[in-house]
């Protein structure tokens, strides 16, 4: 079954301190795999991508890396800010010879940054 | 530049009511796909629109149905409207069907079946 699992479900942290979000799927075929930020309420907002020959990818101060042999992903943050309070969503493209396919999202992980 | 636009925002229907919901993709794009996101839960693909057909079907029954429009604007319809169709629904744009392109989503229309 494909499916993408995300830990840990929840997370706090305080303004200023680093974190790092996991990821492991099983999804074939693989396509590629992207981290996601969204907000409460709004949709979607794309943070990496990777396919599977590149193992880490970084945007500003998230960090993304994928071992396609273990089938594992990690976004690393930085020097967290109160605005980097949303969910984390790791989802895996499938593809079906060349199209579009199947987005399977994780359920994500809820950040927190206080204060 | 206008990025994907949905409406509406809220939408609170009846059980067994009919329900449809709309999307405008950013400019440029030409590919639709609609997400259902329940709450605390991940989206779930519904399906995707290119050329005016659908191309791409996720596990949902034969009442959730859409259409694509020569502008490529797209509606979501559900028939027959269930307790468990409340959720987030989302459109997401992208140019072409490689799975190489961003999708990028719109906010969301927020249903709430009664």
């Known amino acids: 079954k494909n499916q993408v699992e995300q830990s840990p479900q929840s997370l706090i942290i305080l303004e200023g301190k680093n974190c790092t979000l996991q990821?492991?799927?099983?999804?074939?075929?693989?396509?590629?795999l992207r981290w996601y930020k969204q907000d409460t309420g709004r949709g979607p907002v794309s943070l990496t991508i990777m396919t599977f020959s590149e193992n880490t990818k970084s945007n500003g101060r998230y960090t993304a890396t994928l071992d396609a042999d273990t089938k594992q992903s990690s976004l690393h943050i930085t020097a967290s800010q109160l605005s980097d309070s949303a969910s984390y969503i790791c989802v895996v493209s499938m593809n079906y010879g060349g199209s579009q396919g199947n987005l399977i999202f994780g359920k994500g992980t809820k950040l927190s940054v206080k204060p | 530049d206008a990025g994907v636009t949905q409406s509406p925002t809220h939408l609170i229907k009846t059980r067994g009511q009919q329900v449809t919901l709309r999307c405008s993709p950013k400019?440029?794009?030409?590919?639709v796909s609609w997400y259902q996101q329940a709450l605390g839960q991940g989206p779930q693909f519904i399906f995707q629109y290119y050329e005016e057909e659908e191309r791409q079907r996720g596990n949902f029954p034969d009442r959730f149905s859409g259409h694509q429009f020569p502008n490529y604007s797209s509606e979501l319809n559900v028939n027959a409207l269930l307790l468990g169709d409340s959720a987030l629904y989302l459109c997401?744009?992208?140019?072409?069907?490689?799975?190489?392109?961003?999708?990028?989503f719109g906010p969301g229309t927020r249903l709430t079946v009664l």
């Open positions: 990821c492991n799927y099983t999804v074939s075929p693989f396509s590629n």
């Open positions: 997401a744009s992208s140019l072409g069907v490689s799975p190489y392109n961003e999708q990028f």
């Open positions: 400019s440029g794009h030409d590919t």
